[in-house]
């Protein structure tokens, strides 16, 4: 996937934070790890047009709203 290298980021960044005494921080990054991961997935499995259209949906543009 092209956006993988944001895991990569955030696992070097957990580890820092770990190894240097930030536990709430590297809590934290783990936390964004898997949020990353599962946006990455999604955006994977859905078309850019259909990613508009949810976008479109929720900011109530779409259909007159």
């Keep these: 996937m092209?956006?993988?290298w944001v895991?990569?980021?955030l696992s070097d960044l957990t580890a820092?934070?770990?190894e240097n005494g930030l536990p709430e921080l590297a809590?934290?990054?783990d936390d964004a790890?898997?949020?990353a991961s599962q946006e990455i997935a999604w955006t994977a499995r859905t078309?850019?047009?259909d990613l508009f259209a949810v976008?479109?949906?929720a900011e109530g543009v779409?259909?007159?709203v």
């Design 47 to 49: 078309p850019v047009a």
């Design 7 to 9: 895991l990569d980021v």
């Design 16 to 18: 820092f934070a770990r």
């Design 27 to 29: 809590e934290q990054l």
């Design 62 to 64: 779409r259909n007159g």
């Design 2 to 4: 092209q956006h993988d």
């Design 55 to 57: 976008v479109v949906d």
């Design 33 to 35: 790890r898997h949020v």
